[in-house]
């Protein structure tokens, strides 16, 4: 009897070591996966911040926004896989809904870029030029690389802007600005769209599929 209960007490320390152990493995996963939650959103943070991209896929387009405190400025991280040729399109005036502006102006470069992949960071700026029209452009820079992409300058009549002051709604697109997306690289791949909502007959603004007064910024394949 006594070697019967010295047995089933090793049993119960036993049992009892390993509900410990199992208890402490519990808590060290659990830490750790709330540390690598933790870590996760702070890449996300200063990705966004800094625009720092994570390619996983080099077959996609990857885009993340940086965060810009200097008012109309636009600041984007751009992967582009090998192979992809584009040129950079702006259009103000008659912005759909959806698609793509029926005219703009566009800009290209024949420097071979496309040969190999590249990070690329495009900037836009919309400014008030001296007559009282605006300027959109758009330029782009690939570090340490000889081969560079075009940008495009968009001169917008005064008129056409009134929309900004006027009109106290806006519907804006303005891609990776929630964190970095990824892209089919046949495009068009839209990186900025800002238009006038309309008023609907209760006084309430809404975005409508018709053309409208605004302005967009895409990149083309060619």
């Keep these: 009897m006594r070697q019967f209960a010295r047995f089933r007490l090793r049993e119960l320390l036993l049992l009892i070591t390993v509900i410990a152990l199992a208890a402490g493995l519990l808590i060290v996963s ?18 966004h911040t800094l625009g720092k991209l994570h390619i996983e896929d080099q077959t996609q387009v990857h885009i993340r926004a940086i965060q810009e405190e200097e008012p109309n400025t636009w600041r984007w991280r751009v992967f582009i896989p090998k192979g992809h040729k584009y040129d950079f399109n702006a259009a103000h005036s008659n912005i759909p809904g959806d698609g793509l502006p029926v005219s703009g102006m566009s800009g290209y470069s024949n420097e071979p ?36 992409m075009s940008g495009v300058t968009l001169t917008i009549p005064g008129d056409a802007m009134k929309w900004m002051s006027e009109i106290p709604s806006k519907n804006v697109r303005h891609l990776g600005s929630k964190g970095q997306e990824s892209v089919d690289p046949k495009g068009p791949i839209v990186l900025l769209q800002q238009r006038a909502n309309k008023k609907s007959p209760n006084g309430t603004y809404e975005s409508t599929p018709e053309p409208s007064p605004g302005f967009m910024i895409w990149l083309k394949k060619i």
């Design 30 to 47: 659990r830490r750790a996966f709330r540390a690598e939650l933790e870590l996760s959103v702070i890449r996300d943070e200063a990705g």
């Design 113 to 148: 870029y496309w040969e190999k992949s590249n990070e690329v960071l495009i900037s836009a700026y919309l400014r008030p030029v001296g007559n009282g029209d605006w300027r959109l452009s758009v330029d782009s820079f690939i570090a340490n690389s000889r081969n560079q």
